[in-house]
């Protein structure tokens, strides 16, 4: 069956549709998969003369057949400029990246290719669809030479507009809706760009359903991956938070920013060549060194990988130095928690620092005490001696916490209202201590 697969406006709001079957089976069923029947995705702009489109009961993007329109007609223009038409272009590359399928404007002619129009108004095509922001054919598998529309209803935003035309390109692969609102594949609103997720959703446009393909979920990217085969490699981009090169202490902790342009896999860390077998899957990375690393130097290494194992790697070189203590062994601002040297409350998001997000603090914990004050805080084990001097251990809550009279950083109540709720921590709140 040959099902009508609409995009709603921007508001996203839920049009899908479905019309009689006008062709029922593009692949007979016998016909074994031998990959897709092209690896071009042309985008075509259409000019101030619009787009000429041919009715006909089956897609034929090198003729300008489409199986959706109701008539032969003219999309109308594209009215955006060169710049919107720039970015539309970047989006849908970066989009499609992660697979095997080039993103092209230029016209491949005769070559079969999958074409997605971008211009003109709904009406354009068909009566049906008024509020429609895209439309495409979609059956359960590829549909070859399939024409797939973007319509000119999203004013400049490029990244609106590769919304759609990821969504709709990938209908003519077989995906249905998803209610993951970072796939291109939903109409749930939320950051842009959108990029294919590896996780399995649930179908639908505002409330879950069955996936009509599929039965159960669907995975827009191992979809598509299975249709087209993996893109050039594209790593993930990593970076060494803390520590810096030079002194660490046994048991530090290397905290890691990695992100991708799919997802990030996993970050191991490495010591001298060699895996440590210490990995971090969610964020905040924090990798903690293992036992049994020997005094003096050794490379240390966060390497990241993204789902499809390609691997980034930032490294520093450190020297193993002996444990600190609370009041000796740590530099350059830094302050000694369980006998290892972190970022102090003279630098910023170090221990103590005021902040209003876990993600300002270096060992990525903001604690709200009772009179409001937001500092940056780490755990410790109860002792007195796990924190640095100006700090104590707190006993209920196992994180150090700057003394009353320590007049570094936590004085005055400076109330931050409702804001605080929209801390991590565990909704951690401390009270401070009375000292007698
Ligand atoms: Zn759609």
Redesign the pocket.
């Given at each position: 069956m040959n099902v009508l697969?609409?995009?709603g406006l921007v508001a996203a709001m839920p049009r899908g549709t479905t019309v009689p079957p006008v062709v029922p089976s593009i692949i007979p069923a016998s016909t074994p998969h031998v990959g897709p029947s092209s690896r071009i995705i042309f985008m075509r702009r259409c000019p101030s003369s619009g787009c000429l489109i041919t009715a006909g009961p089956i897609d034929d993007s090198r003729t300008n057949t489409s199986s959706i329109a109701e008539r032969d007609t003219v999309i109308g223009p594209f009215s955006q400029g060169d710049a919107v038409w720039a970015g539309l272009m970047t989006c849908m590359r970066a989009t499609y990246a992660p697979f095997d399928v080039t993103i092209t404007d230029v016209d491949p002619g005769s070559t079969p290719h999958f074409e997605h129009v971008v211009g003109g108004q709904p009406s354009d095509l068909r009566s049906d669809i008024p509020n429609a922001g895209g439309v495409?054919p979609s059956t359960c598998t590829e549909i070859p030479n399939a024409i797939t529309y973007t319509f000119d209803r999203y004013g400049n935003s490029s990244n609106y507009l590769c919304w759609t035309a990821a969504?709709?390109t990938a209908?003519a692969f077989g995906l249905d809706?998803e209610l993951l609102p970072t796939d291109p594949m939903t109409y749930i609103d939320g950051s842009l760009p959108k990029r294919f997720q590896p996780e399995a959703a649930s179908c639908g446009e505002s409330a879950p359903r069955q996936c009509s393909c599929t039965a159960g979920k669907q995975s827009s990217y191992e979809t598509i991956l299975a249709l087209f085969g993996p893109g050039a490699p594209t790593p993930p981009t990593v970076t060494i938070r803390s520590p810096d090169a030079g002194l660490v202490q046994p048991h530090f902790v290397l905290r890691v920013d990695a992100m991708d342009d799919v997802e990030v896999a996993r970050v191991e860390l490495w010591i001298d060549g060699a895996s440590t077998g210490v990995v971090a899957t969610e964020t905040p990375y924090r990798l903690t060194a293992p036992d049994g690393i020997a005094a003096g130097a050794h490379h240390v290494e966060a390497r990241a990988y993204d789902i499809a194992n390609t691997e980034a790697i930032a490294a520093i070189d450190v020297e193993m130095g002996p444990p600190c203590t609370a009041a000796a062994g740590c530099t350059d601002g830094d302050v000694c928690v369980l006998g290892v040297c972190i970022a102090g409350p003279s630098i910023s998001g170090g221990l103590g620092d005021r902040c209003q997000a876990n993600t300002e603090c270096v060992d990525d914990q903001c604690v709200e005490s009772a009179d409001r004050t937001q500092v940056c805080v780490a755990a410790c084990d109860g002792t007195a001696a796990s924190c640095p001097s100006g700090f104590e251990c707190l006993a209920d809550a196992h994180v150090c916490w700057p003394t009353p009279d320590a007049g570094c950083c936590s004085s005055g109540g400076d109330p931050r209202g409702p804001i605080a709720l929209s801390l991590g921590a565990l909704a951690l709140v401390v009270r401070r201590r009375r000292r007698s």
């Amino acid at each position: 069956m040959n099902v009508l697969i609409v995009a709603g406006l921007v508001a996203a709001m839920p049009r899908g549709t479905t019309v009689p079957p006008v062709v029922p089976s593009i692949i007979p069923a016998s016909t074994p998969h031998v990959g897709p029947s092209s690896r071009i995705i042309f985008m075509r702009r259409c000019p101030s003369s619009g787009c000429l489109i041919t009715a006909g009961p089956i897609d034929d993007s090198r003729t300008n057949t489409s199986s959706i329109a109701e008539r032969d007609t003219v999309i109308g223009p594209f009215s955006q400029g060169d710049a919107v038409w720039a970015g539309l272009m970047t989006c849908m590359r970066a989009t499609y990246a992660p697979f095997d399928v080039t993103i092209t404007d230029v016209d491949p002619g005769s070559t079969p290719h999958f074409e997605h129009v971008v211009g003109g108004q709904p009406s354009d095509l068909r009566s049906d669809i008024p509020n429609a922001g895209g439309v495409a054919p979609s059956t359960c598998t590829e549909i070859p030479n399939a024409i797939t529309y973007t319509f000119d209803r999203y004013g400049n935003s490029s990244n609106y507009l590769c919304w759609t035309a990821a969504q709709e390109t990938a209908h003519a692969f077989g995906l249905d809706h998803e209610l993951l609102p970072t796939d291109p594949m939903t109409y749930i609103d939320g950051s842009l760009p959108k990029r294919f997720q590896p996780e399995a959703a649930s179908c639908g446009e505002s409330a879950p359903r069955q996936c009509s393909c599929t039965a159960g979920k669907q995975s827009s990217y191992e979809t598509i991956l299975a249709l087209f085969g993996p893109g050039a490699p594209t790593p993930p981009t990593v970076t060494i938070r803390s520590p810096d090169a030079g002194l660490v202490q046994p048991h530090f902790v290397l905290r890691v920013d990695a992100m991708d342009d799919v997802e990030v896999a996993r970050v191991e860390l490495w010591i001298d060549g060699a895996s440590t077998g210490v990995v971090a899957t969610e964020t905040p990375y924090r990798l903690t060194a293992p036992d049994g690393i020997a005094a003096g130097a050794h490379h240390v290494e966060a390497r990241a990988y993204d789902i499809a194992n390609t691997e980034a790697i930032a490294a520093i070189d450190v020297e193993m130095g002996p444990p600190c203590t609370a009041a000796a062994g740590c530099t350059d601002g830094d302050v000694c928690v369980l006998g290892v040297c972190i970022a102090g409350p003279s630098i910023s998001g170090g221990l103590g620092d005021r902040c209003q997000a876990n993600t300002e603090c270096v060992d990525d914990q903001c604690v709200e005490s009772a009179d409001r004050t937001q500092v940056c805080v780490a755990a410790c084990d109860g002792t007195a001696a796990s924190c640095p001097s100006g700090f104590e251990c707190l006993a209920d809550a196992h994180v150090c916490w700057p003394t009353p009279d320590a007049g570094c950083c936590s004085s005055g109540g400076d109330p931050r209202g409702p804001i605080a709720l929209s801390l991590g921590a565990l909704a951690l709140v401390v009270r401070r201590r009375r000292r007698s």
